[in-house]
């Protein structure tokens, strides 16, 4: 496709071209209906259809055990930060660990819901690791343990889970749902903004392990209880249809390629292309630590702010966009989720390259 | 287009063919950006411009005063039923005037958060009317007046707005918001759902009198507090982007056919080419009052629930689908949004004297 950029952005991000190719053909006419699929009613059987179908791939691509319902939730992964603790809570308890920002707003928001107990955090490295953590420091009387499996702005991720006992851990996955295997049963909810590697912003899914279900009050506004979606298929009212079709068509996508353990391969040597090249060059540096590196995010930095500025800018010119790294470690980031082709990498780092040879 | 339907859902529901082909066309590639507008970090100056253009192209249709601030929220219609009574309670108490189901769906669930005093009910007429309401019955210590300004269900609308003082008034106008001019100034609050003729569903835009924004507590759930959205230009956390782009481009489309004020005309007269043949038939029956008759769902009956079903059966052999009546109702339903076309209507007639002389 001519014209199309390499998107670097950390979210909304790219989606795979065969997919946007087949939301193109079939936008005024879905499945030979004669109507948009943003013009059906949610109630239709060809609606109805899509929905089931999403559902059940997603099922299929995780693995997710029968015990387990998938909900469709709008307001993003925001939202969910403040559902888990109005539904999770039973003592009033709850651990986290702050990995990240994201983290740290996670637990900011559970505080105005439950006592909040910061397990661990790495804050005072900027975030550049995982924080150390033993099981012995979780509370075995609290509501829930929750993690951020992946920190979207500072590049690292969990090569693995807390050991959480009788005490469910609950995973926001916003930035690597989908990228590698991930074994559902160790999580008593999962949750994920839409906008990354499942389809587009304005839906989130989340994993929540049925007998969880039962702890949320009656009293909670009616959109914010997980029964609400779980009794009624996620269609108690209107749902976020187009985005759900979206992510029908990204799950299909990777079913395409193999699945996620095939993706995971992939995103694998995809990660490598760019962090063996940093690694290698005396110019650009990886600012997160080795073990824990994220294979979705990857902040790097050049020896200056002024040369960062110029790479951001020349790297612009050149159809990579959105590599600015957040505000909160400056320099660069690319986010390379699913869909990020790996030619776009080998084109990104062949363009470091230059860049460093040019300014070393 | 060929094979395209005329499509009488309730929501969500047919969309001007000319959005749609717009979308289409720039779903690759969005303004030149090289990108989809679905890829588009919210945070992109490109996206920026389409969210602000998004909200004047609004203001500018329904001529909302500066002291109104114009917020895009998920969760459809449904989410402010809570949110409503959860910001907007000071003394606890809530006037409502139940006119249809999703009237009364709204009372239920304020009633969680303060004591909601029912003003006026049509129940006993099974929704067939807006029910009598006197000024003199409005609580002058409520904290709101709610009301739904038209029963999609049931096919009415409030022709005048109740007198309710100082008290702010609240209207659910999720079915017939930008089909006729409002003025906004009379409210406190105005919210619809998108999927009828805003756009898609996935969002819901809430307008609201900057004074009213004081009243809500801090220790709301952050996306549920109003504030959230009023201080971040609703972009708190990432917004449903596509479905606010699809808002722009209906609300472009409405101010190409000439504004709220010609849309209006039009749907007067696309109306009377639907309740003129119904009145003039011994054999269809409209089933809501004269008076009080919505613009945009317009229920009707056969003589008998087999002659109903048959109706409906042939009318989706013929292209026109989704035109059944809510169980509520029973019957036929056409729901006649801003973008169904008067020859959509035109030739439902057509048919629909066909059908009569065939089985009178
Ligand atoms: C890990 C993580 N959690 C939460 C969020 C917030 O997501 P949303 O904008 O959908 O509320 C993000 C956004 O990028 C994220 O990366
Ligand atoms: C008048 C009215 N209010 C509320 C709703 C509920 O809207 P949502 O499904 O977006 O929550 C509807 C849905 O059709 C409606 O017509
Ligand atoms: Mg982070
Ligand atoms: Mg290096
Ligand atoms: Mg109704
Ligand atoms: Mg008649």
Redesign the interface.
Known sequence: ?E???Y?F???????P?SV??K??AE???CN?????V?????R?APYEAIIAEAESLLRELMQIPDNYKVLFI??????Q???VP?NLKVNGKADYIVSGNFANNAAK?AA?FVDVNIVANSKPQNYAEIPAFDSKDFDPEADYVHITSNNTIFGTRYTQWPETGNVPLVADMSSNILSEPMDVSRFGLIYA?A?KNIG????AVVIIREDLLSRSCD?L????NYNTYANNDSM????????IY?AKLVFEWIKEQGGVAAVYENNVKKAAILYDYLDSSSFFKATAKKEDRSLMNIPFVTPSKELDAQFVKEAAQQ?F??IKGHRLVGGMRASIYNAMPNEGIEKLVAFMRDFEARNK
Chains 1, 2 share one sequence.
């Open positions: 496709m014209n199309r950029v998107n952005s950390a979210g909304p991000s790219m989606l071209l946007l190719q939301a193109q936008l005024l006419n030979g209906s004669g109507s948009s943003m013009e059906m009613s949610h239709s709008q307001g993003g992964a925001t939202q930060f403040s559902m109005m928001e105005k903004g906008q587009i912003a304005g839906l009293k506004p009616v959109l914010m108690y009212n209107t749902p976020p249809c187009f985005a979206m159809g966009v959105n």
